[in-house]
Nanobody, 117 residues
Framework: VYLDESGGGLVQTGGSLRLSCAAS????????MGWHRQAPGKRRELVAS???????NYADSVSGRFTISRDSAKNTTFLQMNSLNSEDTAIYYC????????????WGKGTLVTVSS
C-alpha cells in the first residue's frame, strides 16, 4: 500500500492549505483514512479521520477549522485547513486503517506545513 501526499508548504497565519493523499496498491482495503501530525518537540497526534461510510472525527485543536473529506472512487482523502496558526506547524502524515481494530497500519512519508507569523 502506498500513500502519496501532497499540498504542504509555507503559509501565513490566518491562511489556508489543502492536503491530498492518494492510496494505491494491490489488494487495497480501506476501513478509514486519516491525518496525523507531529510538531517539533511534541508527540504525534491524530488530527482528523474519516471512515469508509463517511463518519469524521477531529482533534479539539482543529475542530471548526479543518475539514476532512474523501473521494472513494479515487481512494483519495483531503484535509482542508483554514485559519492556520503557528501551532499548526508540523509534519502531516496521511494514514490508512485497512480494517476495523487494526489501527493505522499504513503511513505516508509526511508533508511539511509551516505557518509563519
Amino acid at each position: 500500500v502506498y500513500l502519496d501526499e501532497s499540498g504542504g508548504g509555507l503559509v501565513q497565519t490566518g491562511g489556508s492549505l489543502r492536503l491530498s493523499c492518494a492510496a494505491s496498491g494491490d489488494g487495497l482495503s480501506i476501513h478509514a483514512m486519516g491525518w496525523h501530525r507531529q510538531a517539533p518537540g511534541k508527540r504525534r497526534e491524530l488530527v482528523a479521520s474519516i471512515t469508509g461510510d463517511g463518519n469524521t472525527n477531529y482533534a479539539d485543536s482543529v475542530s471548526g477549522r479543518f475539514t476532512i473529506s474523501r473521494d472513494s472512487a479515487k481512494n483519495t482523502t483531503f484535509l482542508q485547513m483554514n485559519s492556520l496558526n503557528s501551532e499548526d506547524t508540523a509534519i502531516y502524515y496521511c494514514t490508512l486503517s485497512s480494517a476495523r481494530g487494526r489501527g493505522w497500519d499504513y503511513w505516508g512519508k509526511g508533508t511539511l506545513v509551516t505557518v509563519s507569523s
